[in-house]
């Protein structure tokens, strides 16, 4: 049974940086074939998109963490990153990590989320 694992939330203040990982493991995954993406849902507002990374590494970002953010990945490890530079308050939420198989958007994972806080 495949899990996401996920790591790199805490407390930061305003301007500061935090990195997210997140690792597949318990299971066989054709990681290679799966893209990949870092959501988050702040209190009483629906889970978004923050960032996506496609199988061939074309990334793609959420307006409001546009040059601030860069998700990449680690084929080798199984494993996605989102290194957040500047945060901002708003940036508080937990953040979530998927794997989507990308021929059929089928067989997604998800982790368990990892709380962000940022404090102004």
């Known amino acids: 049974q495949v899990q996401l694992v996920e790591s790199g939330g805490g407390l930061v203040q305003a301007g500061g940086s935090l990195r997210l990982s997140c690792a597949a493991s318990?299971?066989?995954?054709?990681?290679?074939?799966?893209?990949m993406g870092w959501y988050r849902q702040a209190p009483g507002k629906q889970r978004e998109l923050v960032a996506g990374?496609?199988?061939?590494?074309?990334?793609n970002y959420a307006d409001s963490v546009k040059g601030r953010f860069t998700i990449s990945r680690d084929n080798a490890k199984a494993t996605v990153y989102l290194q957040m530079n500047s945060l901002k308050p708003e940036d508080t939420a937990v953040y979530y990590c998927?794997?989507?198989?990308?021929?059929?958007?089928?067989?997604?994972?998800w982790g368990q989320g990892t709380q962000v806080t940022v404090s102004s």
């Open positions: 998927n794997f989507i198989r990308s021929v059929d958007r089928g067989n997604a994972y």
């Open positions: 318990g299971g066989t995954l054709s990681i290679n074939i799966y893209e």
């Open positions: 990374i496609s199988i061939r590494g074309s990334t």
